[in-house]
């Protein structure tokens, strides 16, 4: 994808996001509160991580980049998913999430580099925020749940968050025809 199709899809991704923490803050939360320690999201998201890690990025390896150990990457890289499965189970919905976060994360900023329009500043700038929370709370995953905390505390946080969020996406879907 380029530039343009990626911006649009993280402003749509970021709009749905916002809409449905601002018009049902409290089910949004209870949402997100049951996701962080589910294991079929754990796996779903572990099973998608590793399928786009091991296609986008092992079957693309050249010669230079230890392209003639591919197999041995991949086996590698399904060991550490299962293990992770059966030995830090708590909280891998989270760290399983954020691993997604960051391969979004790299095809966004590829499609961005060495690219002209000034605008494109907006999307970088919301996606170096997506690294940012995914390396805090993919190190530190029990983060989200005390962060969750702090939103259930005051409904009126989440409703502004919400909004932040949708102001930005429209601003991303503004900012794109501009390409």
């Known amino acids: 994808m380029n530039l343009y199709y990626y911006t649009l899809t993280t402003a749509s991704l970021l709009g749905v996001m916002g809409l449905f923490i601002f018009s049902k803050p409290k089910i949004a939360l209870g949402n997100i509160s049951g996701l962080i320690?589910?294991?079929?999201?754990?796996?779903?998201?572990?099973?998608?991580?590793?399928?786009?890690?091991?296609?986008?990025?092992?079957?693309?390896?050249?010669?230079?980049?230890?392209?003639?150990y591919k197999y041995i990457i991949g086996f590698i890289a399904a060991g550490v998913a299962i293990s992770s499965y059966f030995f830090i189970s708590d909280f891998l919905s989270v760290r399983a999430f954020c691993i997604l976060?960051?391969?979004?994360?790299?095809?966004?900023?590829?499609?961005?580099?060495?690219?002209?329009?000034?605008?494109?500043?907006f999307l970088?700038?919301?996606?170096?925020?997506?690294?940012?929370?995914?390396?805090?709370?993919g190190a530190w995953p029990y983060r989200a749940r005390d962060l969750i905390k702090?939103?259930?505390f005051s409904l009126k946080r989440t409703t502004i968050l919400g909004a932040i969020l949708v102001i930005y996406a429209v601003l991303l879907f503004v900012v794109s025809f501009s390409y």
């Open 37 to 68: 320690r589910s294991k079929k999201a754990a796996i779903l998201f572990l099973v998608i991580g590793l399928v786009w890690f091991l296609y986008e990025h092992v079957q693309n390896l050249g010669d230079a980049d230890f392209g003639e």
């Open 150 to 152: 702090w939103f259930d």
């Open 101 to 121: 976060a960051l391969l979004y994360s790299r095809e966004v900023l590829d499609s961005a580099f060495l690219q002209e329009p000034q605008s494109r500043l």
């Open 124 to 137: 970088v700038s919301a996606i170096y925020c997506i690294i940012i929370l995914s390396l805090y709370f």
